[in-house]
């Protein structure tokens, strides 16, 4: 359901950008690692904090909008019922990513030497 990959996508990426920054400013400074690796790191925290965090996402998802709308396995196997799947899916995470990116408004990037 899109408003599930929705929540992913925001999380996923808001989480990424924060980590990310957070490395790049710590390791970045302290080991003289680059902002690309800051950035790997970061995603990696994202990543991890996805798997954990799945499943709660997914059960609070069900209660709040219900479950998915019992297809028959006939009918889950069906073409167009994959690419709407797919599309929803599509389309939700890159709303969720795109909201996701609200910590850079608050980044100070003048401060960046």
């Not at 991890?48 to 889950?76: C, H, M, N, S, Y």
Request: charged share 15%; hydrophobic share 55%; glycine share 14%.
């Amino acid at each position: 359901p899109m408003p599930l990959f929705i929540a992913f996508g925001f999380i996923d990426n808001a989480v990424m950008i924060l980590a990310g920054e957070t490395f790049d400013k710590t390791l970045g400074v302290t080991f003289g690692i680059s902002t690309m690796a800051a950035a790997a790191l970061g995603n990696l925290v994202s990543d991890v904090l996805g798997l954990g965090v799945g499943g709660i996402v997914e059960e609070w998802f069900e209660r709040a909008f219900g479950k998915d709308p019992g297809l028959t396995r006939a009918q889950e196997g069906l073409s167009v019922v994959r690419r709407a799947r797919f599309a929803g899916n599509a389309v939700g995470v890159s709303i969720g990513c795109l909201i996701g990116m609200f910590p850079l408004l608050f980044m100070d990037f003048d401060s960046i030497a």
